[in-house]
């Protein structure tokens, strides 16, 4: 045989092999496609709906405890549309401005959007991305923009705080007015939730909801200083000679112990100029801001934090917590050496 009846023997013999290889080949990517791959897809799909399933079922088991947790929360809302909640946004904000005190005041409402499922910023299994998009409940904004003295502001901020129906405080601002700056432009922005598919209870009465007595305790020390007001310009003091000393005066008449039962312990705050400790005078009403050093009767305010305080009369310390008066103070230890408080 020769050298070309050998290479057409070979060919003869390799193209069945060939054939075969390529029919498997075209088998096994048949079946990969059309079998394998729709398979394990479809069962990828199963375990997610099975997860899906026993979340849901989770979330039913506790759904009678959400039902009277919306009608709650519907109970504080203004209506289920937009058109009522709007009418009864802008009355409530306009009465809560006047009964604060101020005047020119102006109701603007913002704009309106639908909050979407929370589920949707999460990797919860067998959700439809439309469920997702629904929206539950809806934001209204609502601006008020007015003009007053500096109580009314911090009334109006109390009031704004105090009502069911206002959901959130967005932001506000305070502008002084004037050179002596006794009236202040005042912006608040506020938000109110409804929800379509629950209305509020039929016989609900939409009022703005009047502040707890004695509320103004809290920002009469703020109101009183007046923040905003400019210091008054530096005077140069001429230096003149010191009058010769007057004789000694004679010796005092024996006084009664300070009314320690009339001062109280009725604030205690932190802010830029350090720890500050405001007493109330129960007698008249009038307050005092003590920082430590500063003195009452002759108690002198050593430290303060939390909700008491620590006066030194006649070199003691003496504790009082909020609330109490400098009669019921109680005696404690001065700080150690190394910084720690005694018990």
């Not at 003009?147 to 967005?170: D, K």
């Not at 430590?292 to 620590?310: K, M, Q, S, T, W």
Request: hydrophobic residues 40%; aromatic residues 6%; proline residues 10%.
């Amino acid at each position: 045989m020769g050298v070309q009846g050998l290479a057409t023997r070979l060919r003869s013999l390799a193209l069945p092999g060939v054939g075969a290889a390529v029919a498997l080949g075209l088998g096994y990517w048949g079946y990969g496609k059309f079998y394998r791959d729709p398979m394990k897809a479809a069962e990828t799909r199963r375990t997610e709906m099975v997860r899906s399933e026993r979340y849901v079922e989770e979330q039913l088991g506790d759904l009678g405890g959400v039902r009277p947790r919306l009608r709650e929360i519907a109970a504080t809302t203004l209506g289920a549309t937009e058109e009522r909640v709007a009418h009864h946004f802008r009355s409530l904000l306009y009465d809560m401005a006047t009964s604060a005190g101020l005047y020119d005041v102006t109701v603007s409402e913002g704009r309106t959007a639908g909050v979407a499922n929370p589920a949707g910023q999460t990797r919860l299994q067998g959700f439809q991305r439309s469920e997702l998009r629904v929206s539950h409940f809806a934001v209204m904004t609502g601006e008020v923009r007015a003009t007053g003295s500096l109580e009314s502001v911090a009334r109006v901020l109390a009031l704004a705080r105090r009502q069911p129906w206002v959901h959130r405080v967005v932001s506000f601002g305070v502008t002084p007015l004037g050179d002596d700056r006794q009236h202040f432009d005042v912006r608040v922005s506020l938000a109110t939730i409804f929800l379509p598919d629950v209305p509020p209870p039929a016989d609900a009465a939409f009022a703005v909801t009047p502040l707890e007595r004695g509320s103004e305790l809290a920002w009469q020390p703020i109101v009183a200083r007046n923040v905003f007001r400019l210091p008054p310009p530096v005077q140069v003091a001429v230096t003149q000679a010191a009058p010769p000393p007057p004789p000694p005066p004679p010796p005092p008449p024996e006084t009664p112990p300070p009314p320690y039962h009339q001062w109280k312990v009725a604030g205690v705050m932190e802010g830029t100029a350090g720890i500050e400790v405001v007493m109330l005078d129960t007698s008249s009403g009038r307050s005092q801001i003590l920082s430590p050093g500063g003195l009452i009767l002759d108690a002198r305010l050593e430290r303060a934090g939390g909700e008491e305080a620590v006066f030194v009369i006649n070199e003691q310390s003496f504790l009082v917590r909020l609330g109490q008066t400098l009669a019921q103070r109680r005696r404690v230890e001065p700080p150690r050496a190394d910084g720690g408080d005694a018990e």
